[in-house]
């Protein structure tokens, strides 16, 4: 028998030389942090800002000066930039940037609510959680939605139509049932309509995924559209009434400060979105079906060698996926609104960018979609409040929130392996 030498080689480390990426979030932390004190300090007023722990101006509240706020949390966010740059490890990369990410946006605050109109001095926290918490709602389902199609090995990209067909369908045979049951079944039914073309077009006739994501994005929108001008805008009170959920609330945990009113008095929806969460967490990482699913996206071929049904798993799990994408999309139609044209307006693609900024992971997606709920709460806001700042540009903030996140902050990741490549068994 002969023997094989193999000599060891050195791997380069990722973050080789001087500027590493702790050291370049660092300085641009420092810089982010120099600009808050020089900008936002002199723009503030000396009135004080207000960060109430209720839903209105009265109650307990954090007070600060607006100027000394803007400057003092500007000079923090600094703190953290020049620590991160001197620690340069991975180990405080997230926490540091965390930390003066907040610093800034806190220094901003500052100046918005200090120079708001007299009487609305006032940020209240109650509001700004359960509004972040609203608004992430469809992003976290549509984050799940995007997780376990990616982990199986298929781009989902249709996860803006899978929302909007979710929403019509709810709105419709919540409707005519006058039924929240039926509407929220209905929604999960219309989600997976989608995904079982995305399914049969991906998996089946080998379709560029990502081509046939965008196709099925427009046949949601125009379908919808098209039924919605024929039957929802000529008769209303039969075909765009749904019933709404009401706020479930739970007893002692809603009475915490701040949380409990945001988080323990809600609806169905919020409560199905964290509990799917932990769901899929638990089932992706401690069951044999979570095994399966990350060894189809990362290597098909070794897991049809070792029995594992490749397309039969990914048909499921991408029809699966729409059902949890359309339940998000309910969420539009039960909980707060009636159904109107194209009411999802990007969420999908924001979605998407949650999954990937939280790494494929179901926790950091809900995180991801947390920090964009709650750049669209702000915007919501600051245009309460009568910002100086533009109403377009308050408009934008979530998509350049988007923007920033994933071009920015989510640094090099890597998606499954098998991520849009169609398996063809042998």
Request: glycine share 12%; aromatic share 10%.
């Amino acid at each position: 028998m002969s023997t094989v030498a193999v000599e060891d080689v050195a791997v380069a480390p990722v973050d080789q030389g001087y500027w590493t990426r702790c050291r370049k979030a660092g300085a641009g932390l420092t810089a982010a942090g120099v600009l808050a004190a020089a900008v936002f300090g002199p723009l503030a007023t000396d009135e004080r800002a207000r960060f109430t722990l209720s839903e209105d101006a009265g109650g307990a509240a954090l007070s600060i000066n607006g100027t000394l706020g803007a400057v003092l949390f500007g000079v923090l966010a600094v703190a953290a930039g020049v620590a991160l740059f001197l620690v340069g490890t991975r180990r405080w990369l997230v926490p540091l940037l965390v930390l003066g990410i907040g610093m800034v946006v806190l220094s901003f605050l500052c100046w918005q609510v200090s120079a708001a109109p007299a009487g609305q001095n006032f940020m209240p926290m109650v509001n700004i959680v359960r509004g972040t918490f609203i608004l992430a709602l469809p992003l976290i389902f549509g984050a799940l939605a995007g997780l376990l199609c990616e982990r199986s090995g298929v781009v989902n990209v249709a996860i803006e139509g899978q929302l909007l067909m979710g929403a019509f369908s709810a709105a419709l045979f919540g409707s005519i049932s006058q039924n929240m049951w039926v509407g929220l079944l209905a929604g999960a039914v219309g989600g997976s309509l989608i995904s079982v073309l995305l399914a049969v077009f991906a998996i089946r006739y080998l379709v560029d995924q990502v081509v046939i994501g965008v196709v099925l994005n427009l046949l949601a929108l125009g379908l919808t559209g098209f039924l919605y001008e024929r039957l929802m805008q000529t008769e209303a009170q039969r075909y765009n009434s749904a019933p709404h959920f009401p706020a479930w609330e739970i007893p002692l945990l809603s009475d915490i400060p701040v949380i409990g009113p945001a988080l323990f008095r809600g609806n169905i929806f919020l409560y199905v979105g964290l509990l799917l969460v932990l769901v899929i967490h638990l089932a992706l990482f401690r069951t044999r079906w979570g095994l399966r699913t990350r060894s189809v996206g990362e290597h098909p071929t070794a897991a049809d060698t070792l029995g594992v049904k490749v397309l039969a798993l990914r048909y499921r799990n991408v029809t699966l996926a729409g059902m949890v994408a359309g339940i998000g999309g309910a969420s539009y139609t039960l909980a707060a609104f009636t159904f109107s044209k194209n009411m999802i307006g990007g969420k999908g693609f924001i979605a998407l960018a949650a999954l990937i900024f939280g790494r494929w992971s179901p926790t950091g997606a809900l995180l991801a979609a947390l920090f964009f709920g709650f750049a669209d709460q702000l915007s919501t806001y600051l245009s309460l409040i009568n910002s100086v700042i533009p109403s377009q540009f308050l408009a934008m903030l979530p998509y350049l929130a988007t923007i920033l996140a994933v071009a920015g902050l989510v640094g090099r990741v890597r998606a499954p392996a098998a991520d849009g490549k169609p398996y063809i068994k042998g």
